[in-house]
């Protein structure tokens, strides 16, 4: 069985903290993921990496940067926490050039900044 | 720019019926759709995909409808039952080039099955 797991279920931060999302996956996935999930906007893509120290932005990166130093670990880095940043956090993993493209999710993150 | 669309935020249904859930695309480019299922504090789950060269897969009480020309699909539960309720995202892909396995999400549409 695929295995996603999160560091975190629950987060509570201040505005301006350095928070860290960590993810870890134990199939071996090349690609990586980070979304987030927010009512009426579905899953939207912050970061995705495709390769250990590589990454690629998303379609929200504004904000957050990401870290892939080992192949089963993709971190999201909120560099200075802002009040609209609190949200479900989703992170994800799939093979590289499997078709079909079936991404496996973690728990999720919720992540709440005061 | 939302590519992906799921224009009903949420549908109620009773046990035993048909739920039909909507979703429309605008990118020409994407050639492989998916329907995930997401449970309250769960990460969301693969449920059926299928691709461009077919109109029509189905997986036991799943079934989801592709019309290319409408860029339009279906999910269709039968029996609908009270353990499908749940949010059901739609997703895309464009397995062309380098995607690297990207999916683009709609909003969510939240089923509700009655007893």
């Known amino acids: 069985d695929v295995k996603v797991t999160q560091s975190s279920r629950y987060l509570v931060k201040r505005t301006g903290e350095k928070v860290f999302l960590e993810c870890v996956q134990d199939?071996?996935?090349?690609?990586m993921f980070w979304y987030r999930q927010d009512p009426g906007l579905g899953l939207r893509l912050i970061y995705f990496s495709y390769d250990v120290k590589m990454k690629e932005k998303g379609d929200i990166p504004e904000g957050y940067s990401v870290s892939r130093e080992k192949k089963e670990r993709f971190s999201l880095i909120l560099e200075s926490a802002s009040t609209n940043q609190t949200s479900m956090y989703l992170c994800?993993?799939?093979?590289?050039?499997?078709?079909?493209?079936?991404?496996?999710f973690g728990p999720g993150t919720r992540l709440t900044v005061l | 720019d939302q590519q992906v669309k799921q224009n009903s935020p949420s549908l109620s249904v009773q046990e035993g019926r048909i739920s039909i859930l909507n979703c429309d695309y605008t990118n020409s480019m994407f050639d492989y759709f998916l329907w995930y299922k997401k449970y309250p504090a769960e990460g969301p789950t693969f449920l059926i995909s299928i691709s461009s060269i077919k109109d029509k897969n189905e997986d036991g009480r799943f079934t989801v409808f592709l019309n290319k020309s409408a860029k339009h699909l279906s999910l269709h539960i039968v029996p609908s039952q009270p353990g499908d309720s749940a949010v059901y995202f739609c997703a895309a892909s464009d397995t062309g080039g380098t995607s690297y396995g990207k999916l683009t999400f709609g909003q969510g549409t939240i089923l509700t099955v009655h007893p």
């Open positions: 994800a993993s799939s093979f590289s050039g499997r078709f079909p493209d079936t991404q496996y």
């Open positions: 199939m071996d996935h090349e690609n």
